[in-house]
């Protein structure tokens, strides 16, 4: 209980010694809090890893799966399907016999930076007329120094 101690001026217009704050510190709630926020943001990731599952051994081959198609452009404008020199002319027609039988529709595409954009938009219309369902661009990344 808080009490006043009157020192003579009468009617309690003073100070009142241990009365109660009118302003709650809410610093140390403030740090709770974050230190919180920081453990829940460091463990969400940890708890969407999957589910563990011990599987069991076969003797049997796994299933087979495609070969990476690729297609390489170099600085000179010539053209490789998987390492194989092929002609500007005959890309669309080969790309649609090599990905006939196919299920996965996907080719990767490698230009050199130092060739023309419009030869390279070029190539590229080639492959989608094809019949090529995704077009992939490998780069190679920045290495820090």
């Known amino acids: 209980m808080a009490f006043s101690m009157d020192h003579g001026n009468g009617g309690g217009g003073g100070r009142r010694a241990g009365g109660a704050l009118s302003e709650i510190n809410i610093i140390p709630l403030v740090d709770v809090v974050l230190v919180l926020l920081l453990i829940f943001m460091l463990t969400a990731p940890l708890m969407y890893r999957g589910i563990d599952v011990n599987l069991p051994k076969t003797a049997g081959r796994p299933t087979v799966t495609e070969e990476r198609m690729e297609v390489t452009l170099t600085k000179d404008q010539r053209i490789y399907l998987n390492g194989k020199p092929l002609a500007l002319a005959s890309l669309e027609?080969?790309?649609?016999?090599?990905?006939?039988?196919?299920?996965?529709?996907?080719?990767?595409?490698?230009?050199?930076?130092?060739?023309?954009?419009?030869?390279?938009v070029e190539t590229m219309d080639r492959i989608r007329k094809s019949g090529i369902e995704k077009l992939g661009m490998v780069t190679e990344p920045v290495r820090g120094s």
């Open 93 to 120: 027609q080969t790309l649609r016999d090599t990905f006939k039988n196919r299920t996965d529709k996907t080719l990767y595409l490698k230009a050199d930076q130092a060739l023309q954009y419009g030869f390279v």
